[in-house]
């Protein structure tokens, strides 16, 4: 009987924790976890990051990317006038009913990356961490003080453990392929586009956001981390426009299916007696 | 009025006694536990999917070209229509979960055995047919796994000798996973729910024939003192449940609707570049654990893994005939009780190393996975040799069963 009872409870952990395992065995370094204001059960939308977003989307993003699931009449929603809509379009020298289509070309976009620019609609949603991925993507090119390491350790051209060590830790690089680690330092300094979180770390896209890229018309300081979080809240928005319904729905609908299901159970105990 | 209509009814077509025998008065055993409300739920679920699915199919585009801008068009334009491709999409897994734990069930308490055969052989028809639709279902989106799920899958029927690759380019209407494979997954996607319908139908006949089995495997001895009418008994029992499971779903639906699906299905398909890592849904992992897990036969290892996918649901074919035992709950059968739980683990480690990529490994290679996968392929097809070996000889002693529910 014993033995039964501890086939049963690892068949319940198995239930639990395999699932579990197997979403976060994805491989690469860990993401730094963000707190998203808009998730979780009463998550809302912030207006005006949503807004402060779609600028540095439009400014920087869109020289490449395009979010064609968007058009630029549908910014009304997070806040913007008409003559800021219109403003937006006309820089993309586009019309406002138009969808938010990248100027560049993508036939001549893939001639000169060697790779289409991925339309970014659906970017939150189409990569392995979700937003914390896309922020992740963002702020996870080298720093001035990464670059200085990687100056250090390639002065003497040896590796040594220590070095190795503070390397991975720095760069998300696996402390247990010295070879792999030199490669990536060689291409580094070669100017190569390095990023700690993209996945073989080597991507097409060159920094694309740097202190103060964009001017925030409300004032708000554009750091890095404030554009990367303000641009994935936005995207997040372009990702699904009906999150909020589906949740202030979700509310209502369980609300009441809690108190449906706690009527069942009162009749069926109340039937049930009978039996009993 | 109701009653004068209702007997006119009656003389041309007797509905109130079907009724009445069939539903209301239908007698069932007074001692079912909750693992029997998973029939109804699974009844549910195909009621909620062929619902969604309808007004899916109004809004949706079977064109290789369209079906991921017609998918995103319901996310966003159509009124509701996130709510319709949520419910959908999470409706297969739950509607997998009921049919599961209804299988389960059935395997534990000796549903399957004499006189429930026929029975539980078109439980495992449903069960394909299910399958079939599911996988038919996942490629519509159109995106990255949809179209290489698709290509790995159906590659699968190459392995089929001498016909096996004509065949494939006759189930892709061309020389690739494309617009006409596409095309004719919806309509059979479409056309099987139906059939699936169809096939519950006769499900429900063949139960009504010979009744429900219930937790102690016995056979009704006193139809007066051992059962109690369908209503209200089992309607209000299955009701509840029915909130229970819906709670649990919607909380999917509305709070975490992606949490069972692909990030990289949400990346439209594109037959140049392979994702890295290509997985089927969760419900068929356990099955493309064991398909991966022969491997070590050379030239056939690929028609050996499909034999042994397939045969991994087909031996429940013959799980009526495996076991010998008198008695069919394994309530009173510690041995094979035990033999059960292990079973069911084993399920869920395949469907770990399923998800897995093929070559990964544990414990810094130490112990790559492909071996787990093997081991477990091993167990899941032990566990019916061994339930024949243990009733078969003897083997297993049953503890004493009841007499009367």
């Given at each position: 009987?014993d033995?039964m009872?501890?086939?049963?409870s690892?068949a319940l952990?198995?239930a639990v924790?395999?699932p579990?395992s197997?979403?976060a065995?994805?491989?690469?370094?860990?993401?730094?976890?963000?707190?998203?204001?808009?998730q979780?059960?009463?998550g809302?939308?912030?207006?005006?990051?949503?807004?402060?977003?779609a600028?540095?989307?439009?400014?920087?993003?869109?020289?490449?990317?395009s979010?064609?699931?968007i058009?630029?009449d549908?910014l009304?929603?997070?806040?913007?006038?008409?003559?800021?809509?219109?403003?937006?379009?006309e820089?993309q020298?586009?019309?406002?009913k138009?969808?938010?289509?990248?100027?560049?070309?993508?036939?001549?976009a893939?001639?000169?990356f060697?790779?289409t620019?991925?339309?970014?609609?659906l970017?939150?949603?189409?990569?392995?961490?979700y937003e914390?991925?896309?922020?992740?993507?963002?702020?996870?090119?080298?720093t001035?003080?990464?670059?200085?390491?990687?100056?250090?350790v390639?002065?003497?051209?040896?590796?040594s453990?220590?070095?190795?060590?503070?390397?991975s830790?720095?760069l998300?690089?696996?402390p247990?392929?010295p070879?792999?680690?030199?490669?990536?330092?060689?291409?580094?300094?070669?100017?190569?586009?390095?990023?700690?979180?993209?996945p073989?770390?080597?991507?097409?896209?060159?920094?694309?956001?740097?202190d103060?890229?964009?001017?925030y018309?409300?004032?708000?300081?554009?750091?890095l981390?404030?554009?990367s979080?303000?641009?994935?809240t936005?995207?997040?928005?372009?990702?699904?426009?009906?999150?909020?319904?589906?949740?202030?729905?979700?509310?209502?609908?369980?609300?009441y299916?809690?108190?449906?299901?706690?009527?069942?159970y009162?009749v069926?105990?109340?039937i049930?007696a009978?039996?009993h | 009025?109701f009653?004068?209509?209702?007997?006119w009814?009656?003389?041309?077509?007797?509905?109130?006694?079907?009724i009445?025998s069939q539903?209301t008065?239908y007698p069932?055993?007074?001692?079912?536990n909750?693992?029997?409300v998973?029939?109804s739920?699974?009844?549910f679920?195909?009621?909620?999917?062929?619902?969604?699915?309808?007004?899916?199919a109004?809004?949706?585009?079977?064109d290789?070209?369209?079906?991921f801008?017609?998918?995103?068009?319901?996310?966003?334009?159509?009124?509701?229509?996130?709510?319709?491709?949520?419910?959908?999409?999470?409706?297969?897994?739950?509607f997998?979960?009921?049919?599961?734990?209804?299988i389960?069930?059935?395997m534990?308490?000796?549903?399957?055995?004499?006189?429930?055969?026929?029975?539980?052989?078109?439980g495992?028809?449903?069960?394909?047919?299910?399958?079939?639709?599911?996988?038919?279902?996942?490629?519509?989106?159109?995106?990255?796994?949809?179209?290489?799920?698709?290509?790995v899958?159906?590659?699968?029927?190459?392995?089929?000798?001498?016909v096996?690759?004509?065949?494939?380019?006759?189930?892709?209407?061309g020389?690739?996973?494309?617009?006409?494979?596409?095309n004719?997954?919806?309509?059979?996607h479409f056309?099987?729910?139906?059939?699936?319908?169809?096939?519950?139908?006769?499900h429900l006949?063949?139960?009504?024939?010979v009744?429900?089995?219930?937790?102690?495997?016995?056979?009704?001895?006193?139809?007066?003192?051992?059962t109690i009418?369908?209503?209200?008994?089992?309607?209000?029992?299955?009701l509840?449940s029915?909130g229970v499971?819906?709670?649990?779903?919607?909380?999917f639906v509305?709070?975490?609707p992606?949490?069972?699906l692909?990030?990289?299905n949400?990346?439209?398909?594109n037959?140049m570049?392979t994702p890295?890592h290509?997985?089927?849904e969760?419900?068929f992992?356990?099955?493309?654990?064991?398909?991966?897990s022969?491997?070590?036969?050379g030239?056939?290892?690929?028609?050996?893994?499909v034999i042994?996918?397939?045969?991994?649901?087909?031996?429940?074919?013959?799980?009526p005939?495996?076991?010998?035992?008198?008695?069919?709950?394994f309530?009173?059968?510690?041995?094979?009780?035990?033999?059960?739980?292990?079973?069911?683990?084993?399920?869920?480690?395949l469907?770990?190393?399923?998800?897995?990529?093929?070559?990964?490994?544990r414990?810094?290679?130490?112990?790559?996975?492909?071996?787990?996968g093997r081991?477990?392929?091993?167990?899941?097809?032990?566990?019916?040799?061994?339930?024949?070996?243990i009733?078969?000889?003897?083997i297993?002693?049953p503890?004493?069963?009841?007499?009367?529910?």
């Open positions: 009987m033995f009872k501890f086939l049963k690892v952990a198995a924790i395999l579990q197997a979403l065995s994805s491989g690469g370094p860990a993401l730094p976890e963000q707190t998203w204001n808009f979780g059960i009463f809302q939308f912030d207006q005006s990051a949503l807004k402060r977003g600028r540095v989307t439009v400014e920087v993003c869109m020289a490449c990317h979010v064609k699931y058009k630029f549908s009304k929603q997070l806040g913007f006038s008409e003559a800021e809509v219109i403003a937006l379009a820089a020298s586009r019309n406002k138009d969808r938010m289509l990248s100027p560049m070309d993508p036939v001549a893939k001639d000169t060697g790779v620019p991925p339309d970014l609609s970017i939150t949603k189409a990569r392995k961490g914390d991925y896309t922020y992740a993507l963002l702020t996870g090119y080298l001035d003080a990464d670059r200085a390491l990687v100056q250090k390639m002065e003497d051209g040896a590796l453990d220590s070095e190795l060590k503070e390397l830790s720095a998300g690089l696996d247990h392929h070879e792999k680690a030199k490669e990536i330092l060689t291409r580094i300094q070669a100017n190569e586009n390095f990023n700690k979180y993209f073989g770390h080597f991507l097409a896209m060159p920094q694309p956001l740097n103060g890229a964009v001017t018309p409300d004032g708000v300081e554009s750091s981390k404030q554009m979080q303000d641009v994935v936005f995207l997040a928005w372009a990702a699904e426009p009906t999150l909020m319904e589906r949740k202030s729905l979700g509310v209502k609908v369980m609300l299916l809690v108190l449906l299901t706690v009527m069942f009162a069926k105990r109340r049930w009978k039996v | 009025m009653k004068s209509i209702m007997d009814v009656d003389v041309r077509l007797p509905v109130t006694a079907l009445k539903a008065e069932t055993p007074k001692n079912l909750y693992w029997w998973f029939g739920l699974a009844l679920c195909l009621i909620v999917m062929l619902m969604t699915g309808l007004f899916l109004m809004h949706y585009k079977p290789a070209n369209l079906a801008d017609a998918v995103e068009h319901i996310m966003r334009d159509v009124n509701y229509g996130w709510l319709l491709r949520y419910m959908h999409a999470n409706g297969a897994t739950f997998f979960m009921a049919v599961y734990i209804h389960l069930r059935g534990y308490y000796g549903s399957h055995r004499a006189p429930r055969e026929i029975l539980w052989w078109f495992i028809i449903i069960f394909f047919l299910l399958m079939a639709t599911a996988f038919m279902g996942y490629v519509l989106p159109w995106g990255q796994m949809s179209y290489w799920g698709a290509a899958i159906t590659n699968l029927m190459s392995a089929i000798p001498v096996g690759e004509e065949l494939v380019v006759w189930i892709w209407g020389f690739a996973v494309g617009d006409p494979t596409l004719r997954f919806f309509a059979l056309l099987l729910p139906f059939v699936i319908f169809g096939v519950v139908i006769i006949w063949a139960l009504h024939a009744h429900s089995n219930n937790p102690d495997g016995i056979d009704i001895v006193d139809e007066h003192k051992d009418p369908f209503h209200p008994y089992i309607t209000i029992k299955d509840y029915m499971f819906l709670l649990i779903y919607c909380a509305f709070f975490m992606n949490f069972f692909e990030p990289d949400y990346i439209p398909a037959p570049q890295a290509i997985v089927p969760w419900y992992l356990p099955f493309y654990a064991i398909l991966r022969i491997d070590f036969l030239s056939y290892s690929k028609l050996a893994g042994a996918m397939v045969a991994a649901i087909a031996i429940l074919f013959i799980l005939f495996l076991d010998r035992s008198p008695v069919r709950s309530r009173y059968r510690p041995l094979s009780r035990q033999l059960f739980w292990i079973f069911v683990i084993d399920c869920f480690l469907g770990w190393v399923g998800y897995n990529p093929a070559d990964a490994t414990f810094n290679g130490a112990l790559p996975l492909i071996v787990v081991t477990c392929t091993a167990i899941y097809f032990g566990y019916f040799f061994l339930l024949w070996i009733t078969a000889f003897d297993e002693k503890q004493p069963v009841p007499k009367s529910l």
